[in-house]
């Protein structure tokens, strides 16, 4: 037996036969799991046809979230986002979420796609080089706030509140804009 099975029957989880049926379908899980995004090999059982289809939706679903959380990879890659993606999500799984799985495309892309023009390639290369590095340590706006005659608009009263009207658009006691109480009507 496994080590997680022994493990899961000393702890006490429950019977050694409920413990052995769901390691099994833990295990026959994963491997479907593996065949569904990862390009594994179909586990025993399963309609091949079906499962390919069911991949295939699942890589069509990763690649649009893809090109929603970053809109420019289709653009810069053209018609051959679709195929280059496809190819990138048969041997790489989801791993980090989605902003990272756009930057690993990125790089996949970078070093395997073909067919990318010199000018697709190297935007593609700024892309991935403004998004890949560190983090700015400051935002834009606490660095637009930090000078003279700042942009960023009005620095904060003490205790972290901004000057003039509150959160709910209202001025001072809870009035409307025409001073009255109730929104003023």
Avoid: C, I, N
């Amino acid at each position: 037996m496994s080590e997680e099975y022994e493990y899961l029957v000393a702890r006490g989880a429950g019977e050694p036969g409920t413990v052995l049926a769901r390691t099994r379908l833990a295990h026959r899980q994963a491997e479907l799991l593996a065949a569904l995004v990862a390009g594994g090999p179909l586990p025993d059982g399963f309609d091949a046809a079906q499962v390919r289809v069911q991949a295939a939706g699942l890589a069509a679903k990763r690649r649009d979230t893809v090109a929603k959380v970053a809109p420019e990879l289709p653009v810069l890659l053209g018609g051959g986002f679709a195929p280059a993606f496809r190819r990138y999500a048969e041997g790489s799984a989801l791993s980090g979420g989605y902003r990272a799985d756009a930057l690993a495309f990125a790089r996949w892309a970078l070093d395997h796609a073909d067919g990318m023009t010199k000018r697709q390639r190297r935007a593609l290369e700024r892309w991935y080089a403004d998004r890949a590095g560190p983090a700015p340590r400051r935002t834009v706006r606490a660095l637009l706030g930090s000078l003279p005659g700042s942009l960023a608009g009005p620095s904060p009263r003490p205790g972290g509140r901004p000057a003039g009207r509150g959160a709910a658009g209202r001025g001072a006691a809870g009035r409307g804009p025409t001073g009255r109480r109730g929104g003023g009507r």
